[in-house]
């Protein structure tokens, strides 16, 4: 049976005719857009070329979701959060999200108690006197997230490694990465605390509280975030201690969710404290040995561009939110 040859398109045919090397330069070009556009965006989150914040925030979050963020009338927790970006900017939010400096302000309004063990801060990495650290500790940069090392044996301890993710986040402009305006003036500093060790574990629980206007809502217990052995997951829970099916950040939740710990009215308590009269933060917790233990206080939770499966609680999370008047 004779089979009929679709006849070759005009592109084909036009192609056929090139030489080589124009044909390789026209196909180099055909994908020169995409890459063009990853470089742009690449260039003005690290604060090489200018653009304006609301621009950013709405071309980031198409990118990291693929949808659209509605700052005219923001109704869900992520269109709520970048809103804040853009109108609500306090001062004290600044020394707040300092890992140094806000050490001070929790110590004034729930006691030093909660404080990790500081052993120093530091201008640079040079400055750090290694000989004078004990064989364990935890060195941070002030101003960012994700400039953690971990040292659990001196003897073993890669310094080269450790000078280079410390200098690499001391250089990183935190704010252009998200528009995140609490860390734009805070100053890039380094702080060394003492290593927290969960008993039979080489991993320490992360709690997180969701405040909402000053009062809890939900909590995520993450697991494996400073582990090789353990697989970092979330669990999310409500102020009950319920467990919630939802998916957030791309961890999966824990198999085994963890034991209520004996002092999570406490936590929960603590949490309120701090986050009373701001309309949502995020302020974390570390449990160790029935000691509770000040992390961190967060605005905006992965830099407000991650989704909620399922999608309704996006806008529940973004019910609980009452903006205020923008800052002037």
Not at 32 to 36: G, H, L, Q, S, T
Not at 103 to 107: G, I, L
Not at 312 to 315: D, F, G, Q, R, V
């Given at each position: 049976?004779?089979v009929?040859?679709?006849p ?8 056929s ?7 390789k330069?026209l196909?180099w070009l055909?994908h ?5 556009h ?7 989150s690290?604060?090489k070329?200018p653009?304006?914040?609301k621009?950013f925030l709405k071309?980031m979050?198409?990118v990291?979701?693929?949808q659209k963020l509605?700052l005219k ?7 709520k959060?970048n809103?804040?970006k853009?109108?609500y900017?306090?001062p004290?939010h600044?020394k707040?999200v300092d890992?140094y400096?806000v ?5 004034d ?7 990790v ?7 640079q990495?040079?400055?750090?006197d290694?000989?004078?650290l004990p064989?364990?500790?935890?060195l941070?940069?002030?101003?960012d997230?994700g400039?953690?090392?971990?040292c ?9 490694s ?13 704010f252009y ?7 734009k003036?805070?100053?890039?500093r380094i702080?060394?605390?003492?290593l927290l060790?969960?008993p ?5 629980p992360?709690?997180?509280?969701f ?6 809502k939900?909590?995520f ?18 102020r009950?201690?319920n467990?919630?099916h939802?998916?957030?950040?791309r961890?999966?939740?824990?198999f085994?969710p963890?034991?209520k710990?004996?002092n999570?009215?406490k936590m ?8 009373a009269?701001?309309?949502f933060v995020r302020?974390?917790f ?12 967060t605005f905006f ?7 909620f499966?399922?999608f309704?609680?996006?806008?529940l999370?973004?019910s609980?939110?009452?903006?205020p008047?923008?800052t002037?």
């Open positions: 049976m004779n009929k040859k679709k070759n398109s005009l592109r084909n045919r036009i192609g005719l090139l030489p080589a090397p124009i044909k330069s196909i055909n020169r857009p995409a890459k063009i990853a470089w742009f965006f690449q260039a003005a690290k604060g070329i653009c304006p914040d621009l071309w979050f198409k990291f979701t693929g509605n009338n923001p109704l869900t927790y992520q269109d959060l809103w804040l853009l109108y900017r306090v004290l600044t707040l890992k400096a050490r001070e302000w929790v110590a309004k729930i006691g030093e108690e909660y404080l063990p500081l052993y120093g801060v530091y201008e990495f040079e400055d750090i290694f000989d004078k064989n364990q500790f935890v941070k940069c002030t101003h997230s400039s953690v090392v971990i659990r044996d001196k003897q073993s301890f890669d310094m080269e450790a000078e280079k993710k410390i200098k690499k986040g001391l250089a990183l402009k935190q990465l998200t528009r995140e305006w609490p860390y003036n805070v100053k890039p702080i060394c605390e003492k060790v969960q039979n574990s080489d991993d320490l992360d709690y997180k509280f405040c909402f206007g000053g009062t809890v939900f909590i217990i993450y697991a494996g975030r400073n582990s090789n052995n353990v697989p970092k997951q979330c669990n999310i829970y409500d009950e201690f467990f919630y939802i998916q957030f950040n961890h999966p939740s824990i085994e963890p034991i710990p004996i999570f009215e929960v308590e603590l949490a309120e404290v701090l986050s009269g701001i309309p302020v974390d570390y449990n160790v040995k029935s000691k509770i233990y000040f992390g961190e206080m939770p992965a830099g407000a561009r991650r989704i499966q399922p309704e609680y996006n806008l999370l973004g609980w939110i009452t903006l008047e923008k002037p």
